[in-house]
Protein backbone atom coordinates (compact mmCIF):
# COMPACT_ATOMS: atom_id res chain seq x y z
CA UNK A 1 0.00 0.00 0.00
CA UNK A 2 1.26 3.51 -1.06
CA UNK A 3 1.91 6.16 1.19
CA UNK A 4 1.58 9.20 -0.54
CA UNK A 5 -1.17 11.66 0.18
CA UNK A 6 -2.11 11.86 -3.55
CA UNK A 7 -2.93 8.16 -4.93
CA UNK A 8 -2.34 8.87 -8.18
CA UNK A 9 0.91 10.04 -7.67
CA UNK A 10 3.54 10.36 -10.37
CA UNK A 11 6.87 11.54 -11.03
CA UNK A 12 5.96 14.73 -12.77
CA UNK A 13 3.49 15.49 -10.11
CA UNK A 14 6.49 17.08 -8.10
CA UNK A 15 10.34 16.81 -9.83
CA UNK A 16 9.12 20.33 -10.69
CA UNK A 17 10.13 21.65 -7.20
CA UNK A 18 13.79 21.28 -7.48
CA UNK A 19 13.45 24.17 -10.21
CA UNK A 20 16.21 27.07 -9.00
CA UNK A 21 17.46 25.29 -5.70
CA UNK A 22 20.46 23.64 -4.69
CA UNK A 23 19.37 20.63 -5.90
CA UNK A 24 19.19 21.70 -9.44
CA UNK A 25 22.33 23.28 -8.81
CA UNK A 26 23.95 19.96 -7.82
CA UNK A 27 22.96 18.11 -10.48
CA UNK A 28 20.11 16.11 -8.16
CA UNK A 29 17.21 14.11 -10.56
CA UNK A 30 14.63 12.28 -8.64
CA UNK A 31 14.23 8.72 -10.85
CA UNK A 32 12.14 6.08 -9.18
CA UNK A 33 8.80 6.58 -6.69
CA UNK A 34 7.85 3.17 -5.12
CA UNK A 35 4.73 2.40 -2.76
CA UNK A 36 6.95 3.38 0.50
CA UNK A 37 10.23 5.33 -1.13
CA UNK A 38 11.81 8.15 -3.24
CA UNK A 39 15.02 7.84 -5.07
CA UNK A 40 16.86 10.69 -6.70
CA UNK A 41 20.85 10.43 -8.41
CA UNK A 42 23.33 13.21 -7.50
CA UNK A 43 26.52 13.27 -9.85
CA UNK A 44 29.96 13.28 -8.10
CA UNK A 45 31.52 15.92 -10.16
CA UNK A 46 33.20 19.70 -9.59
CA UNK A 47 29.67 20.70 -7.93
CA UNK A 48 29.86 17.55 -4.78
CA UNK A 49 33.60 17.05 -4.69
CA UNK A 50 35.64 18.75 -1.55
CA UNK A 51 39.62 19.50 -2.34
CA UNK A 52 40.81 16.16 -2.23
CA UNK A 53 38.51 15.10 -5.43
CA UNK A 54 36.46 12.89 -3.47
CA UNK A 55 32.87 13.33 -2.77
CA UNK A 56 31.72 16.13 -0.20
CA UNK A 57 30.46 15.06 3.28
CA UNK A 58 28.01 18.24 2.69
CA UNK A 59 26.80 17.63 -0.50
CA UNK A 60 25.71 13.50 0.39
CA UNK A 61 23.71 15.44 3.16
CA UNK A 62 22.16 17.63 0.41
CA UNK A 63 20.91 14.35 -1.58
CA UNK A 64 19.44 13.21 2.05
CA UNK A 65 17.70 16.02 3.17
CA UNK A 66 16.34 16.56 -0.86
CA UNK A 67 14.84 13.13 -1.22
CA UNK A 68 13.59 13.23 2.74
CA UNK A 69 11.71 16.66 2.48
CA UNK A 70 10.04 15.78 -0.43
CA UNK A 71 9.33 12.23 0.57
CA UNK A 72 7.72 13.72 3.94
CA UNK A 73 5.76 16.24 1.72
CA UNK A 74 4.14 14.10 -0.52
CA UNK A 75 2.80 12.05 2.57
CA UNK A 76 0.90 15.43 3.46
CA UNK A 77 -1.99 17.10 1.98
CA UNK A 78 -0.36 20.12 0.97
CA UNK A 79 -3.23 22.57 1.12
CA UNK A 80 -2.95 22.13 4.61
CA UNK A 81 0.30 21.26 5.77
CA UNK A 82 4.09 22.12 4.72
CA UNK A 83 6.78 20.18 5.84
CA UNK A 84 10.38 21.30 6.89
CA UNK A 85 13.44 19.83 8.44
CA UNK A 86 14.43 19.77 11.91
CA UNK A 87 17.27 17.49 12.26
CA UNK A 88 19.40 15.76 10.02
CA UNK A 89 22.82 13.37 10.71
CA UNK A 90 24.37 11.48 8.24
CA UNK A 91 27.22 8.47 8.45
CA UNK A 92 30.06 8.97 5.73
CA UNK A 93 30.91 5.04 5.08
CA UNK A 94 33.10 5.34 1.70
CA UNK A 95 34.59 7.42 -0.66
CA UNK A 96 33.39 7.95 -3.98
CA UNK A 97 35.25 9.81 -6.50
CA UNK A 98 33.64 9.68 -10.03
CA UNK A 99 30.32 8.61 -11.24
CA UNK A 100 26.65 9.04 -9.58
CA UNK A 101 25.80 8.07 -6.35
CA UNK A 102 21.74 7.15 -5.81
CA UNK A 103 20.19 8.11 -2.35
CA UNK A 104 16.75 5.96 -1.32
CA UNK A 105 14.66 7.87 1.39
CA UNK A 106 11.84 5.72 3.20
CA UNK A 107 10.41 6.82 6.18
CA UNK A 108 10.35 5.70 9.96
CA UNK A 109 8.02 7.20 11.22
CA UNK A 110 4.83 9.36 9.85
CA UNK A 111 3.09 11.27 12.03
CA UNK A 112 0.66 13.88 12.85
CA UNK A 113 3.39 16.28 13.65
CA UNK A 114 6.69 14.71 12.89
CA UNK A 115 8.14 12.24 10.33
CA UNK A 116 11.47 10.31 10.65
CA UNK A 117 13.32 9.26 7.55
CA UNK A 118 16.07 7.24 6.53
CA UNK A 119 18.18 7.61 3.71
CA UNK A 120 20.65 5.13 1.98
CA UNK A 121 23.51 6.78 -0.38
CA UNK A 122 24.91 4.14 -2.56
CA UNK A 123 27.40 4.39 -5.28
CA UNK A 124 27.40 3.11 -8.77
CA UNK A 125 28.52 -0.24 -7.87
CA UNK A 126 25.65 -0.31 -5.11
CA UNK A 127 28.50 0.00 -1.92
CA UNK A 128 26.99 2.18 0.56
CA UNK A 129 28.17 5.24 0.76
CA UNK A 130 26.20 6.96 3.18
CA UNK A 131 23.12 6.47 6.00
CA UNK A 132 21.95 9.26 6.99
CA UNK A 133 18.37 9.46 9.04
CA UNK A 134 16.18 13.39 8.85
CA UNK A 135 13.83 14.38 11.16
CA UNK A 136 10.70 16.62 9.42
CA UNK A 137 7.96 18.85 11.24
CA UNK A 138 5.15 18.70 9.74
CA UNK A 139 3.06 22.06 9.77
CA UNK A 140 -0.71 23.30 9.79
CA UNK A 141 -0.57 25.99 7.24
CA UNK A 142 -2.55 29.10 7.94
CA UNK A 143 -5.17 30.31 5.93
Not at 127 to 137: D, E, F, Y
Request: contains cysteine; glycine residues 10%.
Amino acid sequence: MAIWFKTDLQMNDFIHFGKNTMGEFLGIEFVELGDDYIKATMPVDERTKQPYGLLHGGASVVLAETIGSIGAFLTVDPELFQCVGLEINANHIRSVKQGFVTGIARPIHIGATTQVWDIRIYDEREKLVCVSRHTVAVIKKKH
